[in-house]
């Protein structure tokens, strides 16, 4: 359990280091973006400012899901961080769905006008500022165990390829490759809203208990390797946020005593924490002739 209240507070950072990366950038790239004259700076800058409210949304989730259990909440908080991945994936895909609209607009309506090449290079740095910040989330959500963490990542990877779409675009422009902008903005629009797709399903499949078979079938195996175990009758799981809780009813032999039976549920229970990094397993023990 504290281990789990550390992932949260490790996760965090993950989130505050996308929100202070997306100030400076939002600010940075709309200012540019106006003085420079590009559009598809512009709109990226603003697309930033979205994701300053995702930050902050799965940031204000992960501070809720380390509240302790209440009277309203017996079972704790953890689902809070879920929430705020799936909120996440609502943001992301109007953010998607806005730049495949302004994309569409501009490959309708082409200007001959190229912008000002500073523009060109904050959309770089852009880049190179997200894709850091991705891989950062990347290796904080695997080793947390974050949903919403992993989330946050793949709204960054988002963001690193709208601005390496905006950099190519202004870039294409200083060679009269007008078309070049819109076409490559409708292409990273459609690469926002299959990231938001993809968060939403596995976020909603989690939240109305889903759990792959894999994940049930790793944890059958590791119980049916204890000695004192028959056989495992049923086996159910779903997720408290990034955490797994575990259904177990198990067979044992009919002569053993209730402290027997007790001690080979714990083993099973401590196996299956140890082993699986579960938040929490319950075990019922029914007898069998043997």
């Not at 540019?32 to 204000?60: H, K, Q």
């Not at 959500?141 to 963490?149: F, L, M, N, P, W």
């Not at 601005?163 to 409708?186: C, E, K, R, V």
């Not at 009813?249 to 007790?262: A, D, G, P, T």
């Amino acid at each position: 359990m504290e281990e789990k209240y550390s992932n949260l507070k490790q996760s965090e950072r993950g989130a505050i280091i996308s929100l202070l990366a997306y100030l400076l950038l939002a600010s940075l790239k709309v200012t540019i973006g106006i003085y420079a004259g590009s559009i598809a700076l512009r709109a990226d800058g603003f697309n930033n400012v979205t994701d300053i409210v995702v930050s902050i949304a799965v940031l204000i989730g992960l501070r809720v899901s380390q509240k302790p259990p209440d009277s309203d909440h017996p079972y704790g908080h953890w689902k809070a961080e879920s929430i705020a991945a799936l909120v996440a994936s609502f943001i992301i895909m109007v953010v998607g769905l806005q730049v495949l609209v302004d994309a569409g607009r501009s490959f309708l309506t082409p200007t001959t006008e190229a912008p000002n090449a500073i523009a060109a290079v904050v959309g770089a740095l852009g880049f190179v500022v997200m894709i850091g910040v991705y891989l950062y989330n990347r290796a904080l959500a695997k080793r947390t165990k974050s949903r919403a963490v992993d989330s946050v990542a793949k709204d960054n990877l988002s963001d690193a390829l709208v601005s390496a779409g905006a950099t190519l675009g202004i870039i294409g422009s200083q060679f009269g490759l007008y078309w070049l902008d819109p076409l490559l903005a409708i292409l990273v629009g459609l690469i926002i809203c299959h990231t938001a797709w993809g968060i939403f399903r596995s976020t909603s499949h989690a939240l109305t208990d889903g759990v792959e078979n894999q994940e049930l079938t790793r944890v059958v195996s590791t119980v049916n390797h204890v000695d004192d175990v028959v056989n495992v009758k049923d086996v159910k799981a779903r997720y408290y946020g990034s955490s797994l809780v575990v259904d177990l009813v198990i067979e044992v032999n009919s002569s053993y005593s209730f402290k027997e039976v007790h001690d080979v549920s714990t083993n099973v229970e401590e196996l299956i924490k140890r082993k699986h990094h579960v938040l929490d397993v319950h075990v019922h023990a029914e007898p069998i002739e043997v």
